[in-house]
């Protein structure tokens, strides 16, 4: 079996991928992505709405404010890089490489706000930020000398051994074949498809996550999924209201039509989103019905594209936009320090499936596709400096055969080694090379033992990362943030539920 073999290779397509496959090629890494969309839409990103936040100029009111609606749990070197970054890179990529045309008002731009932001600085167009950012970014890419794009391509296992990762076995038209590379960086985005109802696309599997594990990763914070709050569920496919509509004073009401997020929390409507989602969860069960009041503001002329989603899916905002909290986003992950480095050699993990530490227990609303913008960037950079393949590791790796397709060469080689090293006469050198050959012969023998078809495979990943995360949400006795016991609920959270 041929192995192809790249600088850096790139796992998923959202704006974290996007990013790292643009930091790495402008620091001249040939760049191999790999993603299983076939559309754009396979991404959150392009789903994105509100918009993307910038520091301004008060950044400590930005890293206040996130690390409030982390009820203090974000970590605060991840933080500084967060918000150090963050204008430059908003103005370096999306704007003057690829010319997103953020909203203005009178020549210039026109920031939003969204709950539990102190001011206004969310870079937005229309409610529809998300796909205004990936198209373009895809484009780009797409013509870019240094990158390969392949879609439909899912990455299944990451080749991994000597607690390095050198690559990823990816499936494409259900033949599996290893890609190895000088460094790997996951982007594989969120875990919405092991619930019920979320925002995410049906892809969010959590496949990244289960093959970093697998191949000994560290992860962190898997208990801390959070809920939107406002998510439609009319007659067509959910989607999300976005924040930003209570931002420009739409009021949520249960079935009586009574205002009931006053006595929940100061902020009312614009309270942090764990303590929104569990209230109207609430008043959802208590009523029958929670609607978003869109009376006080100009609803169509404000948010056309979601006025124009309300039609399509039969709602008249009018009465009022019916709606329920669901799976949204994956504050924890793989566990990563501020360059994406995970705990493994040459892994890195970027976007909604590393844990940077930025946002802890909660995510403020309109960080995540800066995270990945930014993350995406550092990782990339970091991943071209230290990772080119040498003309050697590239020859060694064009030269391994047979290992998947032929289950019987394999096992000649594995005899073959045992027999040279790990027999009667044995040296450190030869017991090296024999574990060389054995690990790298296990990865094939796993990938040949399941010949998984693409949808077992994201079944494997997310019974893995579901049990992941109830493991940890088992283990956390403490309620903060969007884990909360009703068994050991925190104090400020059962007064402010009620
Ligand atoms: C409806 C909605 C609205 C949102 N609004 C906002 C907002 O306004 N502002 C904000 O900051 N955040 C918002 N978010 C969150 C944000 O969009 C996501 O957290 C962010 O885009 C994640 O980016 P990502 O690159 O990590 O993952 P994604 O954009 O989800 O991309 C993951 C990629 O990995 C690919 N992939 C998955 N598994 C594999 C595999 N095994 N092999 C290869 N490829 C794979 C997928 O196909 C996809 O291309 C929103 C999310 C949703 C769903």
Not at 55 to 60: D, F, G, I, L, N
Not at 196 to 201: D, E, F, R, Y
Not at 251 to 273: I, K, Q, S, T
Not at 300 to 310: I, K
Request: charged share 25%.
């Amino acid at each position: 079996m041929a192995t192809h073999t790249t600088d850096v290779l790139v796992l998923g397509s959202g704006i974290a991928g996007l990013s790292a496959a643009l930091g790495a090629a402008r620091n001249g890494a040939d760049v191999t992505l790999a993603t299983k969309a076939t559309r754009p839409e396979g991404a959150s990103t392009w789903w994105a709405q509100g918009g993307i936040a910038v520091a301004r100029k008060e950044p400590e009111a930005f890293k206040r404010d996130i690390d409030a609606a982390s009820s203090g749990t974000s970590a605060p070197a991840a933080l500084d890089v967060l918000v150090q970054e963050a204008d430059r890179a908003v103005h370096d990529v999306l704007i003057d490489t690829l010319g997103v045309g953020f909203d203005t008002e009178e020549d210039a731009f026109d920031y939003g706000r969204e709950a539990a932001h102190s001011a206004d600085r969310i870079l937005h167009v229309d409610a529809s930020t998300g796909r205004h950012i990936h198209i373009p970014f895809l484009n780009y890419l797409a013509e870019h000398d240094r990158v390969t794009i392949h879609d439909d391509t899912a990455a299944v296992d990451l080749l991994a051994g000597d607690g390095r990762v050198s690559g990823a076995w990816l499936e494409s038209g259900g033949t599996v074949t290893p890609w190895r590379a000088g460094a790997t960086i996951v982007a594989t985005g969120g875990i919405g498809a092991l619930y019920g109802q979320s925002t995410n696309p049906g892809g969010a599997t959590g496949d990244g996550l289960a093959m970093a594990v697998r191949a000994g990763a560290e992860i962190d914070d898997l208990e801390y999924v959070q809920f939107h709050p406002t998510v439609c569920v009319a007659s067509g496919d959910p989607f999300l209201v976005s924040e930003a509509v209570r931002g420009e004073g739409a009021l949520l009401r249960n079935a009586r039509g009574e205002r009931f997020m006053p006595e929940v929390h100061e902020d009312a409507e614009l309270a942090p989103r764990d303590v929104v989602a569990r209230a109207v969860e609430r008043e959802h069960r208590a009523t029958g019905k929670v609607f978003l009041d869109v009376s006080p503001l100009d609803f169509a002329g404000t948010f056309p594209d979601l006025a124009a989603l309300c039609d399509e899916n039969g709602v008249d905002p009018s009465g009022g936009i019916p709606v329920v909290p669901a799976e949204h986003f994956l504050c924890g992950g793989i566990d990563v320090d501020t360059w994406g480095r995970a705990s493994l050699n040459r892994l890195y993990a970027v976007g909604e499936c590393a844990r940077t530490g930025v946002h802890g227990a909660n995510r403020l609303a309109s960080t995540s596709l800066l995270e990945g913008l930014v993350w995406g960037l550092r990782a990339g950079t970091d991943a071209a400096e230290r990772a080119p393949m040498s003309p050697g590791e590239r020859e060694e790796a064009s030269s391994v055969r047979g290992t998947v397709e032929e289950v019987d060469a394999a096992f000649d080689e594995v005899k073959r080694a045992m027999d040279a090293h790990v027999s009667l006469r044995r040296s450190a050198d030869g017991l090296r090379q024999a574990l060389d050959t054995l690990r790298s012969v296990k990865q094939a023998v796993q990938a040949r033992a399941r010949p998984l078809p693409r949808s077992a495979a994201e079944l494997r990943s997310a019974v893995t990362v579901g049990a992941l995360i109830a493991e940890a949400a088992l283990a956390n006795e403490t309620s903060v943030g969007c884990h909360y016991r009703t068994d050991i609920p925190a104090s400020e959270v059962v007064a402010a539920d009620g």
